[in-house]
């Protein structure tokens, strides 16, 4: 599934949110630790881990896209 930014960046908090997985920024840091969240392959448990265009989330077994 893609997601559209209008930024340059977005961070993961924000794009929990974006995507519609989190409801509140707040709810970021609870999910990040008991979630899965790979960017690029690599696991990351940072909710102000920038991501770009072209970069690919998992969030437990769904896949992401940013777009720009």
Not at 17 to 29: C, N, R
Not at 44 to 55: A, E, I, M, S, V
């Amino acid at each position: 599934m893609e997601v559209k930014i209008k930024t340059e960046h977005i961070n993961l908090g924000q794009f929990l949110k974006h995507a519609g997985i989190i409801d509140t920024g707040g709810q970021a840091k609870e999910f990040i630790v008991s979630s899965e969240i790979k960017v690029n392959g690599i696991l990351t448990n940072q909710r102000g881990k920038k991501l770009y265009p072209g970069d690919v989330i998992k969030v437990n077994d769904l896949m992401f896209t940013i777009v720009g």
